[in-house]
């Protein structure tokens, strides 16, 4: 499959619904594959430590999430189709995992927080099979790993935020028997009502980062990073774009 390399991070350059509907693959037949959607802060974690950079690299599905890696893929002239945000990925997926007989298991955020996003998702795709949630403030991965596989999930979403949910994923992922892992960091927290989306005009300008920042100005230390992270894209020299 074509990878696009964006300062040493490749990422799949496909549409949503090709994405989702490999993912639909890897939930049937995967073993432990997981799924990443970096932003330009973690593609600047990947360039300092070797150990992440190896972890995103071993994901099956590397989706461009945010605008920063967009405006990155133009500025290296080598453009990304366009944007797969986490969150609509996920919904892409569980359209398609809705009546097929696989299993979807919520793991991450609060206590009480992945129960009611699981009720709101049962209602909004029926036929979607919920088998297990937790939270995502656990001390040891035994016990999560243990309830994963009774439950017999094929497919889990992993909300601990970045890089947690990536690191976790690699280590854990395969013993905890599902077929498939994705990392969505704090879509659980949408699902569940108790954290609100940009407006609809936002997200199609592009402008999803700034709404985020309005609701949560401590946000700021990390977007701060990103007109830096388009300089280091226009001076970037490597051997071009196509890596596999
Ligand atoms: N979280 C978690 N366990 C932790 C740390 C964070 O479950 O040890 C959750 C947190 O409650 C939130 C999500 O991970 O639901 C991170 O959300 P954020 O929007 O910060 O995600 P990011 O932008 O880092 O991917």
């Known amino acids: 499959?074509?990878?696009t390399d964006?300062?040493?991070v490749a990422f799949d350059d496909m549409t949503m619904d090709e994405a989702a509907d490999r993912a639909l693959a890897?939930?049937?037949d995967g073993a432990g594959a997981y799924v990443v959607t970096p932003n330009p802060e973690l593609v600047l974690m990947a360039q300092k430590d070797s150990a992440y950079a190896k972890t995103l690299a071993g994901a099956a599905l590397t989706l461009a999430d945010g605008i920063g890696i967009i405006y990155a893929a133009k500025l290296l002239k080598r453009p990304l189709t366009g944007r797969v945000p986490g969150i609509d990925f996920a919904g892409a997926l569980m359209e398609r995992l809705a009546g097929s007989g696989l299993k979807l298991y919520l793991l991450g955020a609060k206590p009480g927080v992945?129960?009611?996003a699981a009720?709101?998702?049962a209602e909004?795709?029926?036929g979607l099979d919920i088998c297990g949630t937790r939270d995502g403030?656990?001390?040891e991965d035994g016990p999560v790993i243990r309830d994963i596989r009774k439950k017999e999930a094929d497919v889990v979403f992993v909300c601990l935020g970045a890089p947690k949910q990536e690191r976790w994923m690699e280590r854990n992922g395969a013993a905890a028997g599902a077929h498939l892992l994705v990392g969505l960091g704090g879509s659980l927290d949408v699902f569940a009502g108790t954290v609100q989306r940009a407006p609809g005009w936002m997200q199609k300008a592009g402008l999803e980062w700034l709404y985020r920042l309005a609701k949560q100005p401590s946000r700021i230390g990390r977007m701060a990073k990103l007109p830096g992270f388009l300089v280091k894209a226009v001076f970037w020299k490597d051997k071009g774009g196509e890596v596999a």
């Open 137 to 139: 403030y656990f001390q």
């Open 6 to 8: 964006v300062m040493g």
């Open 124 to 126: 909004r795709y029926p």
């Open 119 to 121: 009720a709101n998702l």
């Open 1 to 3: 499959m074509k990878k």
């Open 26 to 28: 890897l939930a049937k």
């Open 114 to 116: 992945a129960e009611r």
